[in-house]
């Protein structure tokens, strides 16, 4: 599945989040995965292969119903630091 996802472009911030439903339903099918969830979703943002903006519509309404809930609580932490370093970098664009 990783091979798959790094020959495709990044996922534009206005894209619904399908990398991500992709990711979570593999996480949820393959229970040995699931606890490396969150370590995953932060390779694939660092790498530029999962853009935030759709990694945070997954996150708050554009999950699958296939272990939504534990995974979302797993990546709830990646979450809010994302969140946070957005909403920093546009501070920062914003004095400039």
Same mark, same amino acid.
């Given at each position: 599945? /990783?091979?798959? *996802? @790094?020959? =495709? =472009?990044?996922?534009?911030?206005? %894209?619904? +989040?399908?990398?991500?439903? %992709?990711?979570?339903?593999?996480?949820?099918?393959n229970?040995?995965? $699931? +606890?490396a969830?969150?370590? /995953?979703? &932060? %390779?694939?943002?660092?790498?530029?292969?999962? @853009? %935030? $903006?759709? /990694?945070?519509?997954?996150?708050?309404? $554009?999950?699958?119903?296939? $272990?939504?809930?534990? *995974?979302? !609580? &797993?990546? !709830?932490p /990646?979450?809010?630091? *994302?969140?946070?370093?957005?909403?920093?970098d @546009?501070?920062?664009?914003? @004095?400039?």
């Amino acid at each position: 599945m /990783l091979a798959q *996802l @790094s020959h =495709r =472009r990044p996922e534009p911030d206005s %894209t619904p +989040p399908r990398y991500s439903n %992709t990711i979570q339903v593999w996480c949820h099918d393959n229970p040995k995965v $699931g +606890p490396a969830f969150p370590r /995953l979703l &932060k %390779t694939l943002v660092g790498a530029d292969i999962l @853009s %935030t $903006g759709p /990694l945070v519509y997954w996150y708050t309404k $554009g999950h699958k119903a296939q $272990g939504a809930e534990q *995974l979302r !609580a &797993k990546a !709830a932490p /990646l979450i809010k630091f *994302l969140q946070e370093q957005d909403e920093e970098d @546009s501070d920062e664009d914003e @004095s400039d």
